[in-house]
């Protein structure tokens, strides 16, 4: 068993030091070992208890943030409190190697940047700023975050005293639009697509690897659970990102 996951990595890492372009796409499956629950994991993922129509929707939102603040504040306390892990890091080292030439995440941690990668789109947005839905002025959360994961109350804006939504983005929004024209130029460009730790069950996220794969471009697949893009993956290995990844950078080093 060991011989063969040392092939594949083996081969992977080949496949990234031959790709022109390289490009990683990352979900809640790298973010996991860092102690952030993804969404759909049987009896651990965000979705198994509520409906996220019900307090993830910006319709939700609207009606009741209450709801809303009261179900994220659990992982808004794991997002403070969660670090990068190897899995981050070793893609931060092969950007830096000069191999990925960006990451496109489906993560609002930002545990990407601050394992040391520079060129990181989150086409889901992300939790360091909110924005007030009454006068639509943006503010830092970084003094909102202690006051909010202490107390029951909704954040509110400083200015108008609004209802603050944090950045991320909810069901029934609009994806950021420049950041998702900046990775699909990415995806333009790619001759190769390292997935890692994405269920691909989301649009659209789950549309970029066929995109890849129909201009001849070559897929890599790292998640513990089968995914959309196995079958049309040059190499696909189910295991953990954070024991992985670290494995293929070593070997894109060699």
Not at 101 to 109: F, L, P, R, S, Y
Not at 139 to 155: C, K, R
Not at 231 to 239: K, L
């Amino acid at each position: 068993m060991a011989t063969q996951m040392d092939d594949l990595v083996s081969r992977a890492a080949r496949l990234l030091r031959r790709a022109r372009y390289a490009v990683a796409l990352t979900g809640a499956g790298i973010s996991t070992p860092s102690g952030i629950p993804d969404f759909r994991s049987p009896g651990t993922g965000l979705w198994e208890s509520v409906d996220p129509m019900r307090v993830a929707s910006i319709y939700a939102f609207r009606h009741d943030p209450q709801a809303f603040y009261d179900w994220i504040r659990p992982l808004a306390r794991a997002l403070v409190e969660a670090e990068p892990n190897p899995g981050h890091r070793a893609l931060a080292t092969l950007e830096a190697q000069g191999i990925l030439k960006a990451v496109i995440t489906q993560n609002i941690d930002a545990l990407h940047q601050r394992a040391g990668t520079n060129e990181v789109l989150e086409i889901h947005g992300h939790m360091r700023s909110a924005t007030c839905i009454d006068c639509y002025r943006t503010h830092s959360t970084d003094d909102l975050v202690a006051s909010f994961l202490s107390s029951n109350s909704i954040p509110r804006c400083p200015e108008c005293g609004g209802v603050l939504k944090p950045d991320a983005v909810l069901f029934g929004e609009q994806l950021p639009v420049a950041v998702v024209n900046a990775a699909m130029a990415h995806i333009r460009a790619a001759d190769l697509l390292l997935i890692a730790g994405s269920s691909l069950e989301v649009v659209p996220v789950c549309q970029l690897p066929m995109k890849v794969h129909r201009r001849g471009g070559r897929l890599i697949v790292v998640d513990l659970r089968p995914t959309l893009a196995d079958e049309a993956a040059d190499v696909v290995i189910h295991a953990d990102c954070a024991e992985i990844l670290p494995c293929i950078a070593s070997a894109c080093a060699r």
